[in-house]
């Protein structure tokens, strides 16, 4: 199986802060990668996918990119409803595979 | 709108066997994966398996001995069964809508519907 970690694991920013959520593969998935968002006690939420495709309805201040092995979630300008637990998933082959997660919590 | 509702029994013990399922409402149930995913407490996500409208299942070969995901297409209705159960199968469980897209230069494959999560707990 596909071994997806992300890092950091947990980490502390402020409102209006850029934050960068790194998902590393442990082979080439291409650009087969998915990020998802969850908040404590409700299902994920889907926000990007084949690695950089924005889902329908997903504000624009996330963003993904990377390929092969190595890729990012990025947040342009955090708001207090973004503090939530990230995930990135693949798809290259099965089992989907997801990372560990990454908690991002208000400084 | 499509929607996920999803039922089961909430608490086992230990050598029974989980029984979940999820309904689908207000969409097309044909030409979707339909998979389940579960999260131990405080932990991450697990994919378990998935289901296609006329049954071609994938599994984590990691619980294929033990799952089976079927699927009744005339109440629009998938289901996992999980056998032998142990305290180590205690989450919450998740039903998504799969969408597979697949182009000669692309493929896409993300879940974009979820079910809102059955917590099941195995103990004696």
């Known amino acids: 199986a596909i071994r997806m970690t992300q890092s950091p694991s947990s980490f502390s920013a402020s409102t209006g802060d850029r934050v960068t959520i790194t998902c590393r593969a442990s082979q080439g998935i291409s650009s087969y990668l998915a990020w998802y968002q969850q908040k404590p006690g409700k299902a994920p939420k889907l926000l990007i996918y084949a690695a950089s495709t924005l889902q329908s309805g997903v504000p624009s201040r996330f963003s993904g990119s990377g390929s092969g092995t190595d890729f990012t979630l990025t947040i342009s300008c955090l708001q207090s409803e973004d503090f939530a637990t990230y995930y990135c998933q693949q798809y290259y082959s099965y089992p989907r595979t997801f990372g560990q997660g990454t908690k991002l919590e208000i400084k | 709108q499509v929607q996920l509702q999803q039922w089961g029994a909430g608490l086992l013990k230990p050598s029974e066997t989980l029984s979940l399922t999820c309904a689908v409402y207000?969409?097309?149930?044909?030409?979707?994966?339909w998979s389940w995913i579960r999260q131990p407490p405080g932990k991450g996500l697990e994919w378990i398996g998935e289901i296609n409208h006329s049954g071609s299942t994938n599994y984590n070969p990691s619980l294929k001995s033990r799952v089976t995901i079927s699927v009744d297409t005339s109440k629009n209705q998938f289901s996992l069964k999980l056998s032998s159960v142990t305290a180590a199968d205690t989450a919450v469980y998740y039903c998504?809508?799969?969408?597979?897209?697949?182009?000669?230069?692309?493929?896409?494959?993300?879940?974009?519907?979820w079910g809102k999560g059955t917590t099941v707990t195995v103990s004696s």
């Open positions: 207000g969409g097309s149930f044909s030409g979707y994966y």
């Open positions: 998504a809508r799969v969408v597979v897209v697949v182009g000669s230069r692309y493929y896409y494959y993300y879940m974009d519907v």
